[in-house]
């Protein structure tokens, strides 16, 4: 059983509609992540959470939101969609080596 | 700024050769080094980590040899099979275990029967 539950698992978006992918971890893990993946930039880092708390933000826009409603749910809320904003997301949980979910496959028309 | 870089980009071995990925950094405050595999479709497995204050680690035909004087590491795959053909990422993280890694770009290999 997965561990580190992402949904949805595949998601088509219109630019400039607004999306919340959903990231659910039960490992016991205090520190939860969202990283991007594309062909233009592979595993690409974009937040950090500790007990619910931002630590680290490496996403220049404000269109992407995380979300943190409990301790083992990191959600992230992306606004006006664009093109480029297409590519896998995966959330990751760790107390030492990030261990990662299956990923949201996000394409943007 | 990358601050993990990883050589090469693509690596083709023969089935039973040692495969040989390299990475180097530039942040002294790095004190974690895993390692990961990724096969199409999937998410990055982790494989093996590392701390600087061992320079060497071994996980059956995987071993991670690290050289803090130049800030570099690399991953050894000894008698390389076809299911280990796969893009490898190495990963740095600051000291504290919630500490985010940063990846390299990856090297994609694939090892021919």
């Known amino acids: 059983d997965p561990k580190i539950i992402q949904k949805p698992k595949y998601l088509v978006a219109v630019t400039g509609s607004e999306k919340i992918l959903i990231c659910e971890q039960y490992l016991g893990h205090n520190a939860m992540y969202w990283y991007r993946q594309s062909a233009k930039k592979p595993l690409e880092f974009m937040f950090s959470?500790?007990?619910?708390?931002?630590?680290d933000n490496q996403t220049a826009s404000s269109r992407f939101q995380p979300q943190s409603s409990k301790k083992n749910h990191l959600d992230l809320q992306i606004t006006a969609l664009k093109p480029d904003d297409s590519a896998t997301y995966f959330c990751a949980s760790s107390q030492q080596a990030p261990l990662f979910g299956e990923g949201t496959r996000l394409s943007v028309l | 700024q990358q601050q993990v870089r990883q050589s090469p980009q693509s690596l083709t071995v023969w089935e039973g050769e040692t495969a040989i990925l390299n990475c180097s950094y530039e942040?002294?405050?790095?004190?974690?080094f895993p390692w990961y595999h990724q096969f199409p479709g999937e998410s990055p497995a982790l494989l093996i980590a590392i701390r600087p204050v061992s320079n060497k680690k071994e996980d059956g035909r995987f071993t991670i040899f690290f050289n803090k004087r130049e800030k570099k590491f690399s991953l050894h795959i000894a008698d390389s099979q076809p299911g280990d053909s796969a893009t490898y990422f190495c990963a740095a993280s600051e000291r504290g275990n919630n500490n985010a890694p940063r990846f390299g770009a990856g090297t994609k290999l694939s090892v021919k029967p």
């Open positions: 942040d002294s405050t790095f004190d974690y």
């Open positions: 959470y500790s007990y619910q708390k931002l630590m």
